[in-house]
């Protein structure tokens, strides 16, 4: 994940596409991103970050057809929000506290399913 620093702390990663959805990573996130598609999900990686305790890390999809397939460590929170026809399949942190990622899924198909590593 990289830290907006104090002179742009609004910075926001966009990903667009038509047909076909997004793979995202880590450590090439900032604390917002927003992945927009007609057909195609969001497959985002962040096991291999480290995201501090209190840091909220916010995703944003948007897209007709698409879900969101998230892969977090076990002490990483995990908030959805948003309006999709899919449900959410998420067990929850296995230890209190830790860092949060926000989901906020909008879609017409396609719901949210966390794992964790």
Known sequence: MT???GENPQ???IKVSLIGGHRLAGATLHER???TSLIGGADVDLTDIDIPDGTELRITKVSLIGGVSLKVRRDVRVEVHGLRLGGVKDDGPSEPGGPTV????WGLVGGVSVTRA
Do not use: L, P
Request: proline share 0%; charged share 40%.
């Open 102 to 105: 926000r989901i906020d899924a």
């Open 3 to 5: 830290k907006s620093n």
């Open 11 to 13: 910075k926001t990663d």
């Open 33 to 35: 991103t927003v992945t």
